[in-house]
């Protein structure tokens, strides 16, 4: 094994300019760099050229001993070969993000962030696939079930994703998809659903996630390291926040008083 090497995946290879840029721009888990943008731009800039994508939150962490905040990501992507359309699975190592990119998406563990439909790339939380791989018809179709509600099934060459979405126990169903498209897409609010026990039904803490990923460095962090973790990404933002707001009522009330 290479030390030293941050960028991990299978079933990719990458070209070895781009190879060298993106280790240049993501550094390695042992240092500090202070990023100027979230790391998932880079990473969309890598699959920009493949037909689809759909970029999921795999996998967060916080390294006490670097003081890192850290993310990890699986990534689908669409190539069109001469016969078919074939969809890849690859996952990726660990990037550092910072505080507040990592509070922004605490509660998006397991979900997609980012995807790539028709040649647009868009950056909204959402249960995986909603993006662009459930509801059309290139990968699938509706059925009804025995009680008359709607559901999503992939066809078989695509079983692959049905797999990775796991829909044979959590179902995507029609009436989910609609409220998200209707109520969530457009301001871009993270939609997580509701569970049928109740709370959430994607997301970090729902069970959809947890049972997915039971061995992920965040689910097997003690509850108090995670709410401990919360608590201080969450302060910071608001002291950014606050900051922010301050900055700009200073320049309009100078901008006043110039205009006397």
Not at 33 to 60: A, G, N, T, V
Request: net charge positive; with cysteine.
């Amino acid at each position: 094994m290479i030390e030293k090497v941050c960028i991990q995946a299978k079933n990719i290879v990458f070209p070895l300019l781009s190879l060298a840029i993106l280790l240049v721009g993501f550094g390695c888990s042992d240092t500090k760099p202070k990023y100027e943008k979230p790391l998932i731009d880079l990473l969309i800039q890598q699959y920009r050229p493949y037909e689809d994508f759909s970029i999921i939150l795999y996998d967060m962490d916080y390294d006490e001993g670097s003081k890192n905040y850290r993310h990890q990501y699986q990534v689908l992507y669409t190539s069109i070969s001469s016969t078919d359309t074939l969809i890849n699975d690859s996952i990726t190592g660990w990037y550092n993000v910072d505080e507040m990119y990592f509070n922004k998406h605490i509660d998006n563990m397991g979900m997609e962030i980012a995807f790539k439909k028709d040649g647009k790339i868009e950056k909204k939380a959402a249960p995986p696939g909603y993006g662009n791989y459930v509801g059309n018809e290139r990968y699938g179709r509706w059925q009804t079930d025995g009680s008359g509600r709607s559901f999503w099934v992939f066809y078989g060459q695509y079983r692959l994703l049905s797999d990775l979405f796991r829909m044979g126990r959590y179902p995507y169903y029609r009436s989910s998809y609609n409220e998200y498209y209707s109520g969530y897409y457009s301001t871009g609010r993270p939609y997580y659903g509701s569970a049928s026990g109740g709370g959430y039904r994607y997301g970090t803490n729902s069970e959809y996630t947890k049972s997915s990923r039971p061995n992920s460095k965040w689910n097997e962090r003690p509850t108090s390291f995670k709410r401990d973790v919360r608590n201080r990404v969450k302060r910071s933002s608001q002291r950014t926040r606050s900051n922010s707001r301050y900055k700009g009522s200073s320049s309009r009330s100078r901008s006043g008083r110039a205009g006397k």
